[in-house]
């Protein structure tokens, strides 16, 4: 199950911590709190998925889903962290340089 709490509330952004599995009806989950989220006035939003521990590809959908919702409405939306296993998703399939997510090869130091 996919919960998804809005942490903080800013006038230049919303963070919103997201964990569970990013799939199937939890990606449908995200997707309609990004959409209540962004008809309320929240145009920046920050996702923390530091504690999501499976993303497919539904949840890709929802997260490009979402980015262009935010765009569309003059805003956007972020990534601030993400776990392990979802950074590899996000960087395999391109969104994390899209959202903002820093590579794990940024955070490796020689």
Do not use: W
């Not at 920046?44 to 521990?53: C, E, G, H, I, P």
């Not at 996000?90 to 794990?104: F, N, Q, V, Y």
Request: one cysteine or more; charged letters at 20%.
């Amino acid at each position: 199950m996919l919960e998804v709490t809005v942490t903080r509330s800013s006038p230049a952004s919303t963070l919103v911590t997201v964990s569970g599995e990013l799939a199937g009806s939890g990606s449908e989950r995200l997707l309609a709190r990004l959409d209540r989220l962004l008809d309320n006035g929240h145009r920046y939003v920050v996702l923390d998925l530091t504690a999501v521990t499976f993303c497919d590809s539904s949840g890709v959908s929802a997260l490009v889903r979402g980015h262009a919702r935010a765009s569309a409405a003059a805003g956007g939306l972020r990534l601030s962290a993400a776990s392990p296993q979802v950074t590899k998703v996000l960087e395999i399939s391109g969104l994390a340089r899209m959202l903002g997510l820093k590579s794990t090869m940024d955070t490796i130091t020689p």
